[in-house]
């Protein structure tokens, strides 16, 4: 018999803030985080916009000595494991560090030291590259931070899949508790690759938003006046743990993690399958690892980028699901008010879910004005709604046809 597996923390940063009080808050007042590039000078740029965290203190989390080893996105990812474990209260010891994991990944991970050790070669030779450079940008160096940082001798690996990078992280963490290779697993995304380079590939996809002029309505899932997405930056960890170990040390559940779903669309390298066919086939995956009826589903945070063909395929695979019981379903976006944090987007909306299920409210789609004629479900449109969920399920699907779906059910 399978392990069940219950959420006992959540460390979320975002564009909305630092701290996952911070992040839910801003939320559920629909509170837009998408403002104009301060990183960089973005002019001569088509897109200037970006989510950016108003308020990361790295000193918070990570020492100086220790800051200048890493990239951003590690600075992020080591850090929202250090909110999530503190919030789950639980401590890695001599006895179970054997048993404690960590899967923590990026889409794109050091592109920000990239950058800049590159410039530093070219003008001032090979002596002046950081002897820090590679483990400052190598992807699976996050979940190695994290498992330095609290001792966890268990399974270590990192994810890259392009945007479902946090939701595979979570499910293959998931998967390792559920078959008695770990009793506790850290797991999640993290992304920092607001950069020159990077909004410069993405405009150059047609991909971003340009809509500099008023940044705050950019990112509008399902509304049909939608131009692209937004990117967003940040961090989203879980601790998750085997329901008895969580029970009997009295840790706090969240919800309980009860299926996940891994394909392929097998189809282009950025755009997704017709009509949703890899995206429907993940769901219903999802739904058979759980052993859920479509009809028992209550919401869903969908993956809802802001792209024209984005969302019109995953309404489209949506309806393909659940039938009559999508017009029934909540499906809401929160990159509408973050952007898109790629590789971190699934770890963050993992966490939203579960704050979801256990504070029972429905975060909004904002600037949803004019839903398209084919994005035509119930998108909790401008305002939160308070809702007794049983059980949500998080989409991501990522470039290359990567799709990773999970579902959480209210602990019982």
Known sequence: MKRRVVVTGVGIITPLGTGTEKSWKGILEGRPAIRTISHFNPEGLPCQIAGEIPDFEIDR??????????????????????????????????????????????????????????????????????????????????????????????PNSAVSTA????????????????????????????????????????????????????????????????DGFVMGEGAGVLVLEEREHAINRGAKIYAELIGYGLNSDAYHITSPAPNGEGAAKCMGSALKDAGVRPEEVDYINAHGTSTKYGDEVETAAIKNVFG????????????????????ASGGVEAGFCALSIKNRIVPPTINLDNPDAACDLDYVPHKARPLDINIAMSNSFGFGGTNACIIFKKFS
């Open 163 to 226: 945007c479902a990078t946090g939701t595979h992280s979570i499910g293959d963490a998931f998967k390792l508790i559920q078959h008695d290779v770990a009793d506790t697993m850290i797991c999640g995304g993290t992304e920092a690759c607001i950069t020159p380079l990077c909004i410069a590939g993405f405009t150059s996809m047609k991909a971003l938003s340009t809509r500099n002029d008023s940044p705050e309505k950019a990112s509008r899932p399902f509304d049909r006046d939608r």
């Open 61 to 154: 989390f990570i020492d100086l000595k220790e800051q200048k080893k890493m990239d951003r996105f590690i600075h992020l990812g080591l850090s929202a494991a250090t909110l999530a474990m503190e919030d789950s209260g639980f401590k890695v010891s001599e006895s179970n560090a054997d048993r404690v994991g960590v899967i923590v990944g990026a889409g794109i991970g050091g592109l920000s030291a990239i950058e800049h050790y590159n410039q530093v070669l070219l003008e001032k030779g090979p002596k002046r590259v950081s002897p820090f450079f590679i483990p400052m940008t190598i992807i699976n160096l996050t979940s190695g931070q994290i498992s330095i940082r609290f001792g966890a001798k268990g």
């Open 324 to 343: 009559a019981h999508a017009y029934k379903l909540c499906v809401s976006s929160t990159k509408s008010m973050i952007g898109h944090l790629l590789g």
